[in-house]
């Protein structure tokens, strides 16, 4: 996005409608609601962007771009990989439910076929996977990991969390979020087959 007063106004409109899609979600939301709460009329919006649907394309990828930033930064606290693995999962899964609106969009079967959310999907999809792969390859790279095809292990642990994220969501207390996500690591780092010792 252009930079100056131009993206001023543009973030102007994500922030508010942000703030108004969280509050009556994208069906119910008009752009008239999104014009009132910015103390502007309509024809201001039409200006930087053509139809609702634009707009919620602009929120859901602000959201995503702040997420990863966020998961970057988390990132950079720790250098161990196994470490780094279980922070980018608990902050994950701290941050996707803090994100009202992307959240609610891939949880709500209406959306489903509007063609902006398939788009910042995949975009999302594609940030963790790199994300997570380059955890894997640096475990690798330090003999901590077994080498083994990185983007599919990336994908597994993926499909683990999604599975994860409706229960923990309706979860208050962090240290039961921290106790589920150990658990799936030590799952994932060490299985549940008792390896028989061999003589």
């Known amino acids: 996005m252009n930079s100056g007063n131009g993206w001023g106004i ?15 979600g994208y069906k119910k939301t008009t752009l008239d609601d999104i ?11 039409y200006y930087y962007y053509k139809n609702k649907e634009e707009i919620f394309e602009a929120v859901l990828a602000y959201e995503v771009s702040k997420m990863g930033a966020e998961l970057f930064r988390a990132l950079e606290t720790e250098k161990n990989p196994p ?19 992307f959240y609610s969009a891939i949880q709500q079967e209406y959306l489903e076929n509007l063609p902006v959310l ?51 969501s309706k979860e208050k207390d962090m240290r039961q ?10 799952i994932l780092f060490y299985g549940i087959v008792t390896r028989k010792k061999t003589v």
């Open 35 to 45: 014009a009132k709460y910015l103390g502007k009329g309509k024809s201001a919006l």
């Open 177 to 186: 979020v921290e106790h589920h996500v150990d658990n799936l690591l030590d």
């Open 10 to 24: 543009k973030e102007s409109i994500v922030r508010a409608a942000q703030e108004i899609f969280s509050k009556y």
């Open 118 to 168: 398939e788009r910042i999907r995949k975009q999302y999809d594609e940030q963790e996977l790199e994300m997570i792969s380059e955890i894997i390859k640096t475990g690798i790279d330090q003999g901590q990991f077994v080498s083994k095809n990185i983007r599919f292990i990336a994908g597994a642990i993926i499909m683990a969390m999604k599975g994860f994220e409706y229960a923990i």
């Open 83 to 101: 470490d780094k693995l279980r922070r980018y999962i608990l902050k994950r899964m701290e941050l996707f439910h803090s994100t009202v609106n």
